[in-house]
Every structure is written in structure tokens, then in C-alpha cells.
């Protein structure tokens, strides 16, 4: 059998290569110098076809075609896996305490292609709140429905923060208009009819030199993975030292930050339970972050990007 079908293939392929070697393009049936010019323009036109496709795939389909063909999947487990051996737990605040950088840091080990900015969106309303840039409460509307939460333009901080906090800031307190009270749906209304996106958002999506350097270092990138074990392993490492408390606003922001926020803080709530319950503000400040109420802020801001 083999002895027919061998001879039989290869005379299909001298026929084949008899027929390229007479044809002078792709058009080999048209008259010379029309089967020149069809193939010149097919040879410029197929590259143009292929960028106008990966064009109105939209970007974020070609970077996630390049995440995948860049091996990038592959290079940011064996960084998490790197990073992870041997790690230990970290109770400061990485970076100096610059969520922007961390949140960089989450972002490079993320296995997904798309940075995630939604926990840093949650974790800056709580560092404002902390620091009473912030208020927020409940509120009933007019007709009558539950109370909801709201945020409230509180006092501007005398302290500095970071550019990124500072935009955020102006963000808000410009959504908020003249009676300073900002819901979810006035925050998306107000970024949907901004001519140009407002500069937080720039902010948000660059780095420059000196926190590409601080968020490309191991050391940075260890503290950042060692306090998120730390707030995980929290309740089993048995800490009941009440030194730690006055960083447990800070530990509750990163954990928002790092999307763990609910396991925290009911972490929190059982291991001071005495302190909570005596300390109204803190109690409230608490549930803010166990109930999700963060979360319609945090949507509107990322639906808009």
C-alpha cells in the first residue's frame, strides 16, 4: 500500500512545485504585469488588514493576546512563587505607606492581565475618612426608603498626602457640589459627564521613576505579600497585644486594598470584641468596611474607566 501512495504524493508535489515555479504571484492565471500588480498590493495590503484587525479588536483585547504570547502568566508565578518561599509576616506599612505603590505591587503579581484599581478605590475612601477629609453615614432619602450610606465632605486635612489621596480628594469634594454629600449614583453621573477624565485617573495608571523603582524591588514587594499574610494569619498567630491597636485602622485599609476586607475585619471584631463594643466610633468605622459599604463607591469609579 505504501508503495502506491508514496510515488502518488510525490508526483502531486512536482506538479505543485512545476506550478508556483511558472507563476510569477498569486495571480499566476492573469496576464503578467496585472498578476504583478495584484500581488505587490496584496503583500501591502495584508499587513495593513492585520493592524486595522487588532485595531477594532480594541486594546484591551491585543494586550491580553500579548499577555498570553509574552509568557506572562508563566514569569509572574514563578515571581509569586519566589517571592512566597520563606516569607515572613510584615506589621508596618509597605512603602511607607504609599497605597498607590502598593497596589503597583499587587498589580504585577495579579494573574490576570487587567490591573484591578477597585480595592485601592475602597482603601483611599477609608484613608480619608480616617484621616477626616471624609464622613460617612446613613441617610434616608425623601421618599422614605431604608438609610443608606453616604459619604460627606468632611475637613480638609492640615497633614500632606500623596498626590494620588490629594486628587481623589478634589475628585469627590467636585462630584459632591455645593451641599458636600456625594452618593454613588451623583459620583458616576458626575464622571460620565466630565469632558476629560479628572487627573486622579492619569495618576492612577502611571508611575514615575522613583515609585516604578520602590514597586519593581523585592523588598518592597515582600513587605506588601508579608502583610497581607499577617492580616490572613492574624487570629491564628494569637496576637492580643494591645500595642497593635493603634495600626488597626492602617491594617483595615490595606485590607481592603488587598480584597480581604470582610475576613479582616470580622477578625478585628473578635479579638478586641471588648474594645469594639466600648469604642462606638471604632464599632461603626468597622461595620463601614464588614458590610460592604464601600462597595457602590468603588463600582461607580471603576464602571467609569
Not at 86 to 113: C, E, F, H, W
Amino acid at each position: 500500500m505504501k508503495d502506491l501512495i508514496y510515488p502518488f504524493l510525490l508526483v502531486s508535489q512536482l506538479q505543485v512545485v512545476e506550478a508556483v515555479e511558472h507563476s510569477s504571484g498569486f495571480f499566476g492565471f492573469l496576464p503578467d504585469w496585472l498578476d504583478t500588480l495584484l500581488s505587490m498590493i496584496a503583500l501591502v495590503m495584508v499587513p495593513v488588514i492585520v493592524v486595522v484587525v487588532f485595531v477594532a479588536m480594541g486594546g484591551k483585547t491585543f494586550r491580553l493576546i500579548w499577555y498570553v504570547i509574552s509568557l506572562q502568566p508563566l514569569r509572574r508565578w514563578l515571581t509569586r512563587k519566589r517571592l512566597q518561599d520563606q516569607l515572613t509576616y510584615y506589621r508596618d506599612m509597605p512603602a511607607g505607606g504609599d497605597l498607590k505603590i502598593a497596589n503597583a505591587v499587587m498589580n504585577s503579581l495579579s494573574s490576570s492581565p487587567i490591573a484591578d484599581y477597585q480595592g485601592l478605590f475602597g482603601a483611599l475612601i477609608l484613608r480619608l475618612i480616617e484621616n477626616g477629609a471624609l464622613v460617612m453615614e446613613n441617610k434616608a432619602t425623601i421618599y422614605g426608603s431604608e438609610p443608606h450610606p453616604i459619604l460627606r465632605i468632611g475637613k480638609r486635612p492640615n497633614t500632606r498626602r500623596p498626590e494620588l489621596e490629594e486628587q481623589f480628594l478634589s475628585m469627590l469634594v467636585s462630584a459632591a457640589g455645593n451641599d458636600g454629600i456625594l452618593q454613588p449614583r451623583e459620583l458616576q453621573q458626575y464622571l460620565r459627564n466630565c469632558k476629560a477624565k479628572p487627573p486622579f485617573f492619569q495618576s492612577l495608571k502611571s508611575l514615575n521613576k522613583v515609585e516604578k523603582d520602590i514597586a519593581s524591588d523585592p523588598y518592597t514587594a515582600r513587605q506588601v505579600l508579608g502583610l497581607r499574610k499577617f492580616l490572613l494569619d492574624f487570629t491564628q498567630i494569637g496576637i492580643r497585644d494591645i500595642k497593635e491597636m493603634p495600626l488597626w485602622k492602617e491594617y483595615l485599609i490595606y485590607a481592603t486594598l488587598f480584597g480581604i476586607a470582610d475576613q479582616v475585619s470580622q477578625n478585628f471584631g473578635d479579638l478586641y470584641s471588648d474594645y469594639f463594643n466600648t469604642n462606638r466610633l471604632a464599632l461603626a468605622e468597622l461595620n463601614i468596611i464588614g458590610n460592604n459599604a464601600l462597595v457602590t463607591y468603588t463600582n461607580a469609579m471603576a464602571s467609569s474607566m
